[in-house]
């Protein structure tokens, strides 16, 4: 890749980096009164996919989660911010990290609790895969 298209991917990615602020309501709690893990994996993979969109604006699948990693529970009444940036790229495929921070409501500061990455491939009208881009610039 020559300097020209890495600095055209490294722009795509900046502008690709998608961030989402949710509270942890009591619907979205389990019996410890924490965030369900199944629900901070289903907000951290549309959070990616959205990054992954943004990115190429194709039609995309994911294929893999890796690495997620829970550091501790995100109790209830919490505000957390989910970011998804876009870490890899191939031909048909890339790879979204997306970082869960935790906030306390009544006060500052936040801390990463969860990290996990999402690989996506792009696919055509008839589900096969095919370039995440027609053409570089």
């Given at each position: 890749?020559n300097q ?5 991917i ?8 998608t961030?989402v ?15 369900f893990?199944g629900?901070?994996l289903?907000?951290?993979d ?17 294929v ?5 990693n829970?550091?501790h529970?995100i109790?209830?009444g ?10 890899r790229v191939?031909?048909t495929?890339?790879t ?5 921070y ?6 500052d500061?936040r801390e ?11 696919v055509?009208d008839s ?11």
């Amino acid at each position: 890749m020559n300097q020209k298209d890495a600095a055209w991917i490294e722009e795509k990615i900046r502008f690709s980096q998608t961030s989402v602020a949710k509270v942890v309501f009591p619907t979205t709690i389990n019996h410890h009164s924490t965030l369900f893990g199944g629900t901070a994996l289903a907000w951290m993979d549309e959070v990616s996919f959205i990054a992954a969109t943004r990115f190429c604006r194709k039609r995309l699948v994911t294929v893999s989660t890796e690495k997620i990693n829970f550091k501790h529970p995100i109790p209830s009444g919490s505000i957390v911010e989910l970011v998804g940036r876009v870490t890899r790229v191939g031909n048909t495929s890339l790879t979204v990290t997306v970082t869960i921070y935790l906030e306390q409501m009544y006060s500052d500061g936040r801390e990463e609790v969860i990290h996990g990455e999402f690989n996506f491939v792009a696919v055509d009208d008839s589900g096969k895969s095919t370039p995440l881009f027609d053409e570089t610039p």
